[in-house]
Nanobody
Framework: QVQLVESGGGLVQPGGSLRLSCVAS????????MGWYRQAPGKQRELVAD???????NYADSVKGRFTISRDNANNMVYLQMNSLKPEDTAVYYC?????????WGQGTQVTVSS
């Protein structure tokens, strides 16, 4: 059974940093394409960043230069380093895994950027 568990969310002031983590179980992690999505109140879920099994990364224009996605295949982990956070980054952040035509989601972690 695929399980993705996020952690690292919280309340941070504008300009601050957070690092989100996602640990995967029940999958052959190294073959999965992994991503981070977010959903703000009243808005659709949107891609923040993703990383392929080969390590190629892709970012939403709104986070380029501020966020960095990375993965640790030895420990089944994917990370999202978020710097220079803005109030508009406030959302629930979800970990996403894709392989073999299947998509799995974590339960989400809240990130709130506010003074």
């Amino acid at each position: 059974q695929v399980q993705l568990v996020e952690s690292g969310g919280g309340l941070v002031q504008p300009g601050g940093s957070l690092r989100l983590s996602c640990v995967a179980s029940g999958i052959i992690f190294r073959v999965y394409n992994m991503g981070w999505y977010r959903q703000a109140p009243g808005k659709q879920r949107e891609l923040v960043a993703d990383i392929t099994s080969g390590g190629t990364t892709n970012y939403a224009d709104s986070v380029k230069g501020r966020f960095t996605i990375s993965r640790d295949n030895a420990n089944n982990m994917v990370y999202l380093q978020m710097n220079s956070l803005k109030p508009e980054d406030t959302a629930v952040y979800y970990c996403n895994g894709r392989a073999f035509g299947r998509v799995s989601w974590g339960q989400g972690t809240q990130v709130t950027v506010s003074s």
